[in-house]
T-cell receptor
């Protein structure tokens, strides 16, 4: 099946620094990837849709200048949390649609971010 | 807008028994897809089963099966012969060809030995 990786799996950073999270589709090309945020014991909250070669589409209430998304190739999307603050601490998950099954998403293992 | 509702925040089942997780959804679309995902303590989202709305036959995957009632907009998941490894948070999700999913709030399943 389709495999999606994320790097790093966890990161601790100081308040005010920027953190980049990578999402890669390992064995397929993904024109669209999705970025989610999840708090403990809660559902996934869609932050943005990452489109290869074009600007990301952000969900209402998500600051596009705070969460920068770049979809540089058909296998890589990056999420940069700029000037991170403790309230940005969360679990971030990316997903991609497997080719031929646009409606089925395959998820990366997630990235735990802790901002001190 | 589409919504997905999971009315059971927590469920428990005895090992080897059967449990059913509930999910209802609301949509005006006629062509869509429904999913159940499992999220174990590792937090990796795992696809359990999917159902195309145009198919009347309920999807099955080994010990996992669904009861899809399109008119009632209901999509429950039945887990038979429950195993300790089934303990996880389960999410019901809705999607269309656009690829963007809507998730329910999740049901935490505990399996008792």
């Amino acid at each position: 099946g389709a495999v999606v990786s994320q790097h790093p799996s966890w990161v601790i950073c100081k308040s005010g620094t920027s953190v980049k999270i990578e999402c890669r589709s390992l064995d397929f090309q993904a024109t669209t990837m999705f970025w989610y945020r999840q708090f403990p014991k809660q559902s996934l909250m869609l932050m943005a849709t990452s489109n290869e070669g074009s600007k990301a589409t952000y969900e209402q209430g998500v600051e596009k200048d705070k969460f920068l998304i770049n979809h540089a190739s058909l296998t890589l999307s990056t999420l940069t949390v700029t000037s991170a603050h403790p309230e940005d601490s969360s679990f971030y998950i990316c997903s991609a649609n497997s080719p031929g099954t646009q409606e089925t998403q395959y998820f990366g293992p997630g990235t735990r971010l802790l901002v001190l | 807008a589409q919504t997905v509702t999971q009315s059971q925040p927590e469920m428990s089942v005895q090992e080897a028994e059967t449990v059913t997780l509930s999910c209802t959804y609301d949509t005006s679309e006629s062509d869509y897809y429904l999913f159940w995902y499992k999220q174990p303590p590792s937090r990796q989202m795992i696809l359990v089963i999917r159902q195309e709305a145009y198919k009347q036959q309920n999807a099955t995957e080994n010990r996992f099966s669904v009861n899809f009632q399109k008119a009632a907009k209901s999509f429950s998941l039945k887990i038979s012969d429950s195993q300790l490894g089934d303990a996880a948070m389960y999410f019901c999700a809705y999607n269309t060809n656009a690829g963007k999913s809507t998730f329910g709030d999740g049901t935490t399943l505990t399996v008792k030995p």
